[in-house]
Nanobody, 124 residues
């Protein structure tokens, strides 16, 4: 499985960005996908996860109400809509996938496949 994340950039506080993650390679069916982020000097942390149907989602408390995870299986693509961005959201954002499961895992150790990351910087 190969994952390609994109959509990062520089945005002012209060602004919005939409990240995309395109999957290719092995079957995209029956999997769980997630977004994680890593700020300089910090551990990689969970942001959001979504199951195959999109009917189950989970969010970190720090992004609830501001971020929305979604997916389009016809396009093999997952999205992260980020609104009301704060400076503390600044990080490299990574997408990840776990095949053969539809549970929305929050631990990074449950995801064997990762994209390369896209930088999000929130600053005035």
């Amino acid at each position: 499985v190969q994952l390609q994340a994109s959509g990062g950039g520089l945005v002012q506080p209060g602004g919005s960005l939409r990240l995309s993650c395109v999957a290719s390679g092995r079957t995209f069916r029956d999997n769980a996908m997630g977004w994680f982020r890593q700020a300089p000097g910090k551990e990689r942390e969970f942001v959001a996860a979504i199951n195959w149907t999109g009917g189950s989602t989970r969010y970190a408390d720090s992004v609830k109400g501001r971020f929305t995870i979604s997916r389009d299986n016809a396009k093999n693509t997952m999205y992260l809509q980020m609104n009301s961005l704060k400076p503390e959201d600044t990080a490299v954002y990574y997408c990840a996938v776990r095949l053969g499961s539809t549970y929305t895992y929050t631990s990074r150790y449950e995801y064997p496949y990762w994209g390369q990351g896209t930088q999000v910087t929130v600053s005035s």
